[in-house]
């Protein structure tokens, strides 16, 4: 798990190959699997694939988003937000995963942050600008978007004892 964990990094740059249908279908399954406080699944999964599309949902951040135009799919991961009040913990955990699980079938992914972030166009947020483009009723709130790709070029793992050992406290702070 650990040299799973250390192989995960964010890949921005893609080739021009589509993901796998089977490889999407794992990377969905790993959000689905993810738990949820009391098990209400709040979350639901907007998969984009359309080339023009993604060109659009790119501009929905100033900058952060670029990736978008050159990936071969993006998944929205957004909550009904009536369900639960921490919808944000359940859609992180369930991004969090797709992430992992992309590296895990060698499909490189981005976490792109879209709650409290600003599109390009003035006074216009990155939510309410996908909101917007989607069609999104009200209720559901975006928390991010997992860009999806294959790999342009390979990169390094991290390297655990490089890890910040001195964030762990025992006992006392
Ligand atoms: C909550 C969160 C928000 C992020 N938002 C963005 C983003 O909007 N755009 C982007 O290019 N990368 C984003 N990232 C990726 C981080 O920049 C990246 O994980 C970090 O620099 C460490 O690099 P690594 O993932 O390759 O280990 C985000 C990551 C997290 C966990």
């Not at 998944?75 to 944000?88: K, R």
């Not at 499909?107 to 166009?121: A, E, H, T």
Request: with cysteine.
């Amino acid at each position: 798990m650990l040299k799973k964990l250390a192989k995960r990094r964010s890949v921005r740059k893609y080739t021009d190959e589509p993901v796998p249908e089977e490889k999407m279908k794992k990377i969905l399954a790993a959000g689905l699997l993810s738990p949820t406080s009391k098990n209400l699944r709040p979350w639901e999964f907007l998969v984009v694939q359309n080339k023009n599309t993604l060109s659009r949902l790119a501009e929905c951040r100033d900058k952060g988003a670029d990736m978008l135009k050159g990936a071969a799919a993006a998944i929205i991961v957004m909550a009904d937000q009536t369900i639960n009040d921490v919808w944000i913990e359940d859609c992180s955990i369930a991004m969090s995963n797709m992430h992992l699980t992309a590296a895990d079938e060698g499909i490189g992914s981005c976490w792109i942050q879209v709650r409290n972030r600003m599109s390009g166009m003035e006074g216009k947020s990155t939510e309410g600008f996908i909101r917007e483009l989607f069609c999104l009723d009200e209720k559901f709130a975006v928390e991010a978007i997992l860009s999806l790709g294959m790999p342009a070029r390979e990169r390094s793992a991290l390297e655990i004892e490089d890890s910040l050992w001195d964030k762990i406290h025992y006992e006392k702070f």
